[in-house]
Each structure stands twice: as structure tokens, then as C-alpha cells.
């Protein structure tokens, strides 16, 4: 009798060995490596993945006949889904964000969907947008492009940072790498924060590239996942759009990424496996010998050191198109404003331009950032917030301690009556968001179509999209809205934009602060004066004299950038340091504080006894301390890169008592 196939599978669980099952002789031809394969595993079916055909004789110490092998119940795929590259970049992603083989191949593989006969293809369809072949980019365009050029040319893989100001033309750049690549035969994956909020770059793309475009996002069904992954492997999709998860799109000559608005944080996963788009982008592009364009108006601070140190390259678009002028950027004291006895929410400035520019019917955009789940006193007469004297992070007010803490290392402090800076009387917590701007807008301008968009009001269906087509028709005169007006606004008529209140990023207990402040003040910027007439922003701030403020009104990101560098060195904050975040978490919160000292003991003791070289901060009730029913304490460590893969290896093999989870987040976005 013939002898069964033996496989060795990768279960898609928190497992760190790969298991042998035998191949029942009737699915025997069927089964091929980095095919995904269902098994039994104690009482239950589990999915797992093919990794190799093994030999008895392979295998020492195991006697495969006398252990009698459970069979695999049955195949999920026709054909293999994981390729070499991809096993190696799930190898990869589990040694560096701290997960399982497995469970980084199961964001890798495409959905699980039945067969079903294919649909009729498209091309019957009349109104298919026709694609326009000729386009040529202008000087400044052209200069940047040929070093991207070449490297599409010769097949080399390259990661370039493209630093272009707003309205520079750098969605014309992307569309000509791409054009180049597609003549060359390979295909080009573009992924953006969010697609709900780029319809005028997808419409783009769809004018140049007609149905070879496919877009991927986590609101497509499984059916429509399923098609475009199929249609992805077989090249009838040769441009993808997509989100995060879009970056494992199964080409089979990929020869360019572009990762638009590199900076967002929306490019970092926020469940196991916790990876970022940049840095699975950076493995699929060298292993594909392609082109990466990280692009962005305000760069991440790690992507500009990055590039600065030569391992990127630095491109620069720093004219808008049509020679149109930078927007003209204030920026109001709001704590003179206070002095003068105005203590509303819109300054003098910026009440009589709103008036004078709906007068000539234009249109006006007032920006708020959400506010958050943190409440940080903060001094009305100077700016002042109080920050941790170790971590420099803005310290979180906690109602149960009726006291401040800092939510990296956990130092608690009395919350201040009187300013310790200016010693006013007026340190106050944070109190109004978009809904109260919108009353008092109402208020000053009754006559006026005033619209708001934010999370409340946006996410009841097609809302964005009719709210957008109003603006788009001139029908709105005043837009409130938070962070999601920030992206696809691309509207002529916009020539004056008031930030409410630009300090509550500024307050935000990260050490990104300055860094999101910058970025968001930067981008709100970007929105005005798209047209013939020159932009107006106002900035209403208490910390004018802040660098990340003062930096955003000359929107000149090199000047922020080498303050900010210089306090992440001197705090060993990333890009001087790497993060590692953990946080356990479970309901009983006596036995998540026990674990917690449990880690740290464990975290001291690898320090002296296994000579693993880092600092760690906390541990710390995590500031959401208390998220959907469980309990999280959080501890921080700040590490070399070099001391990373032993820390990491350590701690992938640390276990929780039962009942409770440690994450660990390697690189976090955020410390919250
Ligand atoms: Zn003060
Ligand atoms: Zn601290």
C-alpha cells in the first residue's frame, strides 16, 4: 500500500510550532504548499496553512506509523495562496511585532469564500470610464520624477519620501510612476488612510487607468473581497486603491507602492498583528525588486529622519500648481483675547473675516479637533498644561485619584488651582467641540447655511457623501467640522479657514503632540485658496509661541522638524529609540495590577540576568484604564533597535494568568 503524504502546518492560532498531519489519499493530488487546509486540533477545527511535504525519514524521533497522524478534514483553496514571499513576510511580521507564524498568515490570506461561477465580465457594460493615455507633468514634476524613473526602468527596488507641500501635483507624480509601470507589464498598489475620504483621487485614477482599477476596503463584503483578490492574482486588476490591509494584494509583478499620506496612524493595525503598511511595504518592495513612494505634505518625524539619514530618498515638490499663492496663515493669541474681555469662542479677526468673505459668497471651513477622551486643565491666560517633568507628555486628569497622572511612567501630580506659570485663576478643562461652535456660529450668523460634519453627524448613510456633494454645489456657506474635512476638501470657493482652538493636540498625552499638531494645522492650511483667490487661515490658539504652532503658520515643516528631533533625542523618543507598549489587560482589576508587577519582575530580572539592555516606564493604569468591561495597566519601554528580536523573543513567550491578555505593540502609533 502506498504511503500517506505527510504535511507540516502552520495553524492560524497563538502557536509557535508548526504540527504534522497526514493527507487522506482522495484529496492527495489536491494539496500544494501555501494552500490554507482545515484541521483537527483537540475538539475543535482549525484553519492552518501548508508549509511543506515532509518525509518520514525527515523527521528524527518520530515515528509516524506507531503515532498514527490524524488526517486534515479538508482543502479551503483550489490553488495556494501564500507564496514564498509571503511566508517569509508572515516570518517576518511575527519576529518583529511579537505575534505567532500564523497569525501574521492569517491577515496575509484573502478572505474565505465559496467558489462561485463568474460573473459576467464588465466589459459587456457600455458606460466604462475610457482610458486617457497622454499626459505630461510639468518641470517641476518631471525633475522629480526621473530618479523614480530610473529605478521603475532597471527594475530596482528603492523607497523614495516625497515631502510635497498641498496642491503640489503629487497625485500627478504617483499617476505617472504608475503609467510607467503598467507599460512595463507589472502592476502598482496605492493605498491611502481612507477611502471614503479620497473620491476626487480615485476619480483621477479611474479617468487615467478606466477598469484596470480596483479599490479594497474593510466595507466591501466577502463576496466583492473575494472577486478583486481573485481578480488581483490574475492581473485583470492592475491598479489597486485600497486601506491598511490592502498591502498584501497578491500581484504577480508588482512593481510599485505608493503610500499616500504616509504620516496617518490609521497605517498602523490596532489588533494582532500590529503591524505598519510602511514597513510590510518596505519588505514586499525589496523582495519585488519595486519602486515604494511614501508620500505626504507633513511627513512622519521616523520617515524624514529616515530619509535624512540615507535610507530613503528625499524628493521635494515645493510649489503649488498654476504658480497659486501659499495660503496667508494668522495666528490669534487667544489669551489677549481674554485680556480684551472677549471671551467667546471666535476671536475679533476672525468673526469680521468670516463675515466678509460669506459677504462675497465664499465659503468658509471652521476646523475643531475632536476632543478626545482626556480631560487636561489648561491655563487660559497663558497656555500653560501641566506635563509629566520626566516624560514631557500633558498629564490626564482622573476623576477616582481627583489628581493628574502621567500616563507613561505614572507620576501623579495635585491638579493646580492657580497657574504655576502665570499664577491666573483661570486653569479650566476643556469644554466645547464642534456641536457648541455650531450653536454659536448659528448665533452670530443667522441667516447663513451653516453645515457641521463630524463622527455624530457623518456616519449615518451616504450623510459624507451628500454633505460633500452640497458643499461641493456652493449650497453651504459654513463648514464645522472636525479631522474629516481635513481630507478630499478640495474645493475652489474655500478661500478662508478658522482653527477654532489649535491647542487640543497640542494637549494630547502622547509624546506625538507637537507632531500631530503640526501635521493637522499643516493639512487644515492645505485646504484654503485652492482657487484664483488667495487663502486666509486662522489659527486661535493659546500657545503662540509654541514651535509646532508657530512652524505650521509659516507651513514650514523643516523648521518644526528639527525642534521636534532635538526633543525626541534628548527624551529618547522614537526615532532615537523604539517603543514596545504593553498592556494587560482582564476584568478583575486586583489580579490585572498582579500581573502587571509580574511582567515588571520578569521585564528586571531579563535586564540582569539575560543582559537584554532597555528602560522601562510604569506601570500605569492605561488612560482609557477601563475599555469595554476590562481593566488595562500599562508598561513602556524604550529600546535600541539592536536589543529588539531578544526582548521581543522573550516576550512572545511570556504567559498571562488565565483569563487575562497581554498585547504588545510594538512601534505604537499611540500610547493611550
Ligand atoms: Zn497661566
Ligand atoms: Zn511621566
Not at 528524527?60 to 490524524?70: A, I, N, Q, S, T
Not at 523614495?160 to 503640489?168: C, N, P, R, V
Not at 530618498?313 to 503649488?320: S, V
Amino acid at each position: 500500500m502506498e504511503e500517506k503524504k505527510i504535511i507540516n502546518i502552520i495553524l492560524s492560532a497563538p502557536l509557535e510550532k508548526t504540527f504534522y498531519y497526514a493527507v487522506p489519499q482522495d484529496i492527495s493530488e489536491r494539496v500544494e504548499v501555501g494552500m490554507r487546509v482545515v484541521v483537527p486540533f483537540g475538539k475543535r477545527e482549525v484553519e492552518g496553512y501548508v508549509l511543506n511535504f515532509v518525509e518520514q525519514s525527515e523527521v528524527k524521533g518520530f515515528d509516524f506509523k506507531k503515532d498514527r497522524l490524524k488526517n486534515i478534514l479538508r482543502i479551503v483553496d483550489k490553488q495556494a495562496v501564500l507564496s514564498d514571499e509571503f511566508f517569509a513576510l508572515g516570518r517576518w511580521i511575527a519576529d518583529y511585532y511579537a505575534c505567532s507564524w500564523g497569525e501574521a498568515l492569517s491577515a496575509i490570506v484573502p478572505p474565505r469564500c465559496s467558489e462561485k461561477k463568474r460573473r459576467v465580465h464588465r466589459k459587456e457594460e457600455k458606460n466604462v470610464v475610457s482610458r486617457k493615455s497622454f499626459f505630461i507633468p510639468m518641470p517641476q514634476q518631471e525633475n522629480i520624477l526621473k530618479p523614480i524613473r530610473k529605478c521603475i526602468d532597471k527594475g530596482h527596488y528603492k523607497t523614495f519620501l516625497l515631502h510635497g507641500i498641498s496642491d503640489s501635483g503629487k497625485t500627478e507624480v504617483y499617476l505617472q510612476a504608475i503609467a510607467q509601470v503598467l507599460q512595463r507589464g507589472k502592476q502598482a498598489l496605492f493605498l491611502v488612510p481612507e477611502i471614503a475620504l479620497t473620491p476626487q483621487v480615485i476619480q483621477q485614477f479611474c479617468e487615467r487607468f478606466g477598469e484596470e482599477v480596483g479599490i479594497w476596503h474593510s466595507h466591501l463584503s466577502l463576496r466583492e473581497r473575494y472577486d478583486t483578490w481573485k481578480a488581483v492574482c490574475r492581473g485583470d486588476i492592475k491598479v489597486l486603491i485600497g486601506t491598511r490591509s490592502a498591502v498584501f494584494a497578491p500581484f504577480p509583478d508588482l512593481g510599485i507602492i505608493i503610500i499616500d499620506e504616509e504620516h496617518e496612524t490609521s497605517f498602523k493595525q490596532e489588533q494582532k498583528p500590529m503591524y505598519h503598511t510602511r514597513e510590510v511595504a518596505i519588505f514586499r518592495a525589496r523582495w519585488k525588486k519595486a519602486v515604494l513612494i511614501l508620500g505626504s505634505a507633513t511627513p512622519s518625524l521616523e520617515s524624514y529622519y529616515r530619509a535624512k539619514q540615507g535610507e530613503f530618498h528625499l524628493i521635494y515638490l515645493e510649489h503649488r500648481i498654476e504658480e497659486r499663492k501659499k495660503p496667508l496663515v494668522r495666528i490669534v493669541d487667544m489669551a489677549k483675547e481674554l485680556r480684551r474681555n472677549n471671551r467667546k469662542i471666535l476671536s475679533g479677526e476672525l468673526q469680521a473675516d468670516i463675515s466678509e468673505q460669506i459677504k462675497e459668497s465664499r465659503q468658509v471651513i471652521l476646523f475643531m479637533n475632536r476632543r478626545g477622551y482626556f480631560t487636561t486643565n489648561f491655563c487660559r491666560s497663558c497656555g500653560y498644561v501641566l506635563r509629566c517633568p520626566r516624560c514631557s507628555v500633558a498629564m490626564v486628569y482622573h476623576l477616582k485619584q481627583d489628581g493628574m497622572i502621567c500616563h507613561y511612567c505614572n507620576h501623579k501630580e495635585k491638579e493646580p488651582s492657580l497657574c504655576p506659570e502665570c499664577e491666573s485663576k483661570y486653569m479650566r478643562k476643556f469644554g466645547y467641540g464642534t456641536e457648541k461652535i455650531e450653536e454659536v456660529v448659528k448665533k452670530m450668523f443667522p441667516s447663513k447655511k451653516i453645515l457641521r460634519l463630524d463622527l455624530d453627524t457623518a456616519y449615518k448613510k451616504n450623510t459624507y457623501q451628500k454633505m460633500f456633494s452640497l458643499f461641493k454645489k456652493g449650497k453651504i456657506d459654513i463648514l464645522i467640522g472636525t479631522q474629516m474635512i481635513v481630507k478630499g476638501f478640495d474645493f475652489p470657493q474655500v478661500t478662508l479657514v478658522g482653527v477654532v482652538l489649535a491647542d487640543t493636540t497640542l494637549y494630547l498625552p502622547s509624546f506625538r503632540s507637537a507632531e500631530t499638531t503640526f501635521s493637522l494645522l499643516t493639512q487644515v492650511a492645505g485646504r484654503a485658496g485652492r482657487g484664483n483667490v488667495p487663502g486666509k487661515v486662522i489659527i486661535q490658539t493659546y500657545n503662540p509661541q509654541h514651535y509646532s504652532i508657530k512652524a505650521a503658520g509659516k507651513l514650514d515643516y523643516v523648521s518644526f522638524y528639527e525642534q521636534e528631533v532635538k526633543f525626541r533625542e534628548d527624551l529618547d523618543y522614537p526615532p532615537f529609540k523604539h517603543l514596545i507598549n504593553l498592556v494587560v489587560r482582564g476584568k478583575n482589576v486586583d489580579r490585572v495590577e498582579k500581573e502587571i508587577e509580574n511582567l515588571k519582575s520578569s521585564l528586571k530580572m531579563w535586564i540582569k540576568r539575560a543582559g537584554l539592555n532597555f528602560t522601562m516606564l510604569g506601570p500605569t493604569p492605561a488612560p482609557r484604564a477601563k475599555l469595554s468591561g476590562k481593566f488595562r495597566w500599562q508598561i513602556l519601554i524604550k529600546i535600541d533597535k539592536e536589543e529588539m528580536a531578544k526582548l521581543v523573543s522573550l516576550l512572545r513567550l511570556y504567559k498571562c494568568g488565565g483569563g487575562l491578555y497581554l498585547s504588545i505593540d510594538v512601534d505604537p502609533m499611540n500610547v493611550l
